[in-house]
C-alpha cells in the first residue's frame, strides 16, 4: 500500500502494532493412548554431558541489496562420542542420537537476496556423552493433537527468518522494539518500537520474570529485506526528548505516518506521565528522528472512558491513517478513529466497529480489499489465539468475529497480536504476522519479537506457526526454511498457567482416576517442562500429530531428564508410512540431555510422535524444547 511522501521519496506504508495477550484455553485433547509394547533389543540413548557455554553471536549479515558479510561463527566445541544407532522392536533402524549441551544462538537472518551473506554459526556446543540403553516397547494409538504447515508461496531465495531467539541488528546487539511497528519509505523499511528498562536483563536471563517496564527510548531500525536491521538510534529517548517524555510512566503501543500535507513524520503513542494521560504526539523531518514531542491529547471523541486501550496505527492504500484500538476499562469496545487529515497531530473522533468479549492486542492489515481488526485475549501479556472481523469499509460493518486459523495449537507462536507488515511484492502480497512475545518479561519462551506469514483461501486468512521462514522483500514470495520445526508449542510456554493438557497437544492415561501429567516450572530453555510423574504406580503418553509436512527425512528430538528405571519410557515417532521408531528413556539421566530419533522417512505428509512410559510411583520423566526438522530427502 502506498503513502504519499516528500518530493524527493516515496514512502510505502506497511501497518504498525499493540501488545500484549494471554493464555487462552486449552489446545486440543484427547486421542488414543500409546500402550507399552514387548520384545525388540533397545534404542541407545546417551546421557549428558556439562552443557557448553554458548559463543558469541557474529554480526548480522548486510543488506539484501548487496548481500553483505556473512556473520562471523562462534567457536564450536568438542564433540563427544554419539550415542550408538539401535534396533526398533518393528524394525527399521532408528538412528539415536543424545548430547548434553546447548549450541549458541545465531542472530536474526541468513542468506540476504540471491547473494546474502550467510547466517552466524552457533556458539560452543558441548560435550556429549554416552550410555547403553534399555529395552525399548512398542505402541500403538490414535491420532494426538494436530497441527500442519501450509506449503510455501512460492520458491523464495529471500533472507531467513528465524522465530524463537532473540534477534540481533547488524552490529550484533540485541534489537529492543515492543509495541510499536513498521512504515516503509522507497525501498526501505522503518521499524519503530519501545526499549524497556527490564529489556536487556530479561534477553540476558530470560527464565525469570522481569516485570520492568519503565521507558527507555522509541528505537528506530532499517532494512531493506526484512530480516538484516540496521539500528538507526533511538527516535524519542527519555533522556534527551525534554521533560514530558522523561517524565513517562508508561509510553508504548505506538507508529508513525508520514503527512504530506506538512511534509512531516509523526509518531503517535498512548503516554502516561507527568504531563498527563492520553495521546502523545512527536514530530520528525526524517523517518529515522529525532522526533520533537509536540503535545499530548487527553482524549478521543466517542471512545468509551475517552481513552483509548491497547492501539495501534494503520495506514491505508490512499495514504489515510487510523488509530485501531479499544477502549481503555473493560477494554470490550473496538474502534477505529482517523487522525486528523491536515497534519495528524490529533485523533478524530473515533467510530466503534464492535462490541463484545474484551480485547486487546488490537491491530489491522487489509488484504483483497477487506480491512482485517485483530485481536487478543483479554489476559494481559500472555500468548494468545487471534480473533478477527473483517469488513469491505474500514468503518464497517464488521462481520462475525472469528479465531484466526492455525492460533489455537501454540497461542498464535505463543504470542499476542502485534502489528502486520504487507509486502507489496512484484510476484505477490505476503501479510506478515508480527507477534509481540513480552508477557511483562516473564519468561514464556525466547525471543521478543516472532513473524509469521498469512496465507489466504480466498479472503479468509490462516496463520503459519513456523520457526523459520525465507522471505524475497522484492517478490513477495516466501518459503518454509530449511531448519523450520514442525512440533507445535515445542517449549510448552504457551499455556503460561499450570496445565494438564498443553496447547497442540494431547495427553492420556490408562491409570484410573490419575493424572499423571502437567506443566512445571525449570525448563530447559523458558519457564515450563512436561512432568510425567505420578503418587502410585502409572501409564502416560505426551503426543502431537504434525500434519502436511513434506515428505522426506526427519529428526525428531527432545531434551529429557529421566529418573531411570521404568518399565516403559519412550520417544516415539509413528504413522509416518513407516515402521514405528523408538528410543528408550529408561536410563538414569540426571542433566538436561537431548535425545534424538534419527532416519524418519515421512511419506505420507504426517507424523505422530510423543514419549510413552509405564513407571512406578518414584520414577518420572521432565521433557522441553521438542522438534521435528527435515533433514533431507
Known sequence: MRVPSPPSISPRAVVLLVLCASCGDNGSSGGSQRGAGSGGSGAVTASGGAAGTSGSAGSGAGPASSGGAAAASGTSGTSGTSGTSGTPSTGGTAGVTASGGDGGSAPNGGAAGASGGASASGGTAGASGRATGGASGRATGGAGATGGTAGASGASSGALIQNDRFWKDTSGNPIYSQGGGVIQVSDTYYWYGVKYDGAPTYEANPTKDNSDTSFNAVTCYSSQDLVNWKFEGNALAASDSGTEVAGASWLGRLGVAYNKNTQKYVLVSQYQGTAGDGELFATSDTPTGAFTFDHIQATVENVANQTTGDQTLFIDDDGSAYVVCSSSMGRSNLYVAPLHAADYLSVDAATRIFGGPGREGNAMFKYADHYYFCSSDLHGWNASHTYCISATNIMGPYGTEFVLANTDADFSHVTQ?????????????????????????????????????????????????????????????WSVGPDNNYALNPSFEADRVTMTVPAGWTTSSTTSGATPYTNASGGHTGNWNWTLSNGADYQATLEQTAKNLPNGTYTLSAWVKSSGGQAVANLYAADFGGSDLNASLTKALSAWTEVSLTGIAVTNGSCRFGVTTTASASQSLHLDDFSLVRTGP
Open 417 to 477: 497480536t502485534g502489528f502486520f507488515v504487507t509486502v507489496q511484492g512484484s510476484a505477490q502480497q505476503t501479510v506478515i504476522f508480527a507477534g509481540d512475545r513480552w508477557a511483562d518479561f516473564a519468561g514464556n519462551g525466547l525471543g521478543f519479537n516472532q513473524w509469521m506469514p498469512l496465507t489466504f483461501d480466498g479472503t479468509t486468512p490462516a496463520f503459519q506457526s513456523l520457526s523459520e521462514w525465507s522471505l524475497d522483500a522484492v517478490t513477495g514470495e
